[in-house]
Nanobody, 128 residues
Framework: QVQLVESGGGLVQPGGSLRLSCAPS????????MGWFRQAPGKERAFVAS????????YYADSVKGRFAISRDNAKNTVYLQMNSLRPEDTAVYYC?????????????????????WGQGTQVTVSS
């Protein structure tokens, strides 16, 4: 059973920064891409960012472009989400997800149903 473990969440003031990490625990596995999603209270889960392991192509939601950066460390099999200039509206539980395989065609990186494994989530609260 693959488990993804997120870390790095917490309470930060507006304008501050946090870096989230995600790594698999248990058995090793290979995946095509990793993504970050978030869910704020009373709202649906929303795409934040994703990255392909090979080539490192990245994708971002419009709401975080220019403020967040997703990166990967292939040797550590770890994905990071650097979050800068945080706003109160960034407050949410952040989830890491892994997509096992891409079969070609349109790449629906923003759709949660394209991902096969999920972490338990880490709370990010932006408040003064």
């Amino acid at each position: 059973q693959v488990q993804l473990v997120e870390s790095g969440g917490g309470l930060v003031q507006p304008g501050g920064s946090l870096r989230l990490s995600c790594a698999p625990s248990g058995r090793t596995f290979s995946s095509y891409a990793m993504g970050w999603f978030r869910q704020a209270p009373g709202k649906e889960r929303a795409f934040v960012a994703s990255i392909r392991w090979i080539g490192g192509m990245t994708y971002y939601a419009d709401s975080v472009k220019g403020r967040f950066a997703i990166s990967r460390d292939n040797a550590k099999n770890t994905v990071y989400l650097q979050m800068n200039s945080l706003r109160p509206e960034d407050t949410a539980v952040y989830y890491c997800a892994a997509q096992k395989t891409y079969y070609g065609g349109t790449y629906y990186y923003w759709r949660g149903d394209q991902y096969d494994y999920w972490g338990q989530g880490t709370q990010v609260t932006v408040s003064s």
